[in-house]
């Protein structure tokens, strides 16, 4: 089992100091991630090495348009993630307590770094590892040991992550770190509260990994929820102010998860709110039609 890092213990329980929800976990349970349990005394990062997803994908796929375009990398994810929306789109494994061997469910198969770093090196046209699929921050160990033997080999490292991390992890991260896609849900605080998340977390994260390498943002646009062109106008004024040239993927919802009630965002309003972006970004792209 590996110890996670970032944590206090406050008597018979642990306090998770990852994210911004600051779990508190009592013995044997987990915090709202589903990955990071307390045994007898210590937190544990129980999804460390747990793969669910490895392949070769073009990195237009994590979304990343303006990063070595053409190019493919290795794509890893895990399970869990720490925020619940109900529109996942990724659910069955984001949203997934626990890996279970079956073929009618998510597999799972444990992987050293050193594996992964086996199966990355040598392959045609790969540029390094993306970590994707579910949260990968809430796996940061994993990360962070993965990470430098990719370096070593002139490899590059990729999140694609909802950013919802505290600022002292994401600064330990970040100099490993190449590229990250980071999910905007929407751009209001009383949003990212249904789903479980917080908006000034993510703006930090995203204003902060800008500073340190190549940042693209990804906008799921869900009808009735979060296509309110005022609020794109608000979210692309403020990654115009950090910079104009900070890419912006507009995507179309599809009926997922707990959210089978809503029709897919129609193709009109993506191009509205693409339009919006436009008039201060100077790269936007409409994602999944």
Known sequence: MKEALYYEKNGSYITCRLCPHKCEIINTKSGRCFTRKHVNGNLIAAGYGMVSALGLDPIEKKPLRNYYPGSKILSLGS???NMHCDFCQNDTISQSKVLINSSQTITKSFFTPQDILNKAYGQHDNIGIAFTYNEPLINI???????????????KVVLVTNGLICQEPLANLLPLVDALNIDVKGFSESFYKKLGGDLSTVRNTV???ATYCHVEITALIVPGENDDPEEMEALTDWLAAISPKIPLHINRFFPRYLMYNKPPTSISSLKELAAIARRRLQYVYIGNV
């Open 141 to 155: 160990e994993y990360i962070l040991d993965i990470a430098p033997l990719f370096k070593a080999y002139g490899l």
């Open 79 to 81: 399970y869990g993630c």
């Open 207 to 209: 204003e902060t990994a």
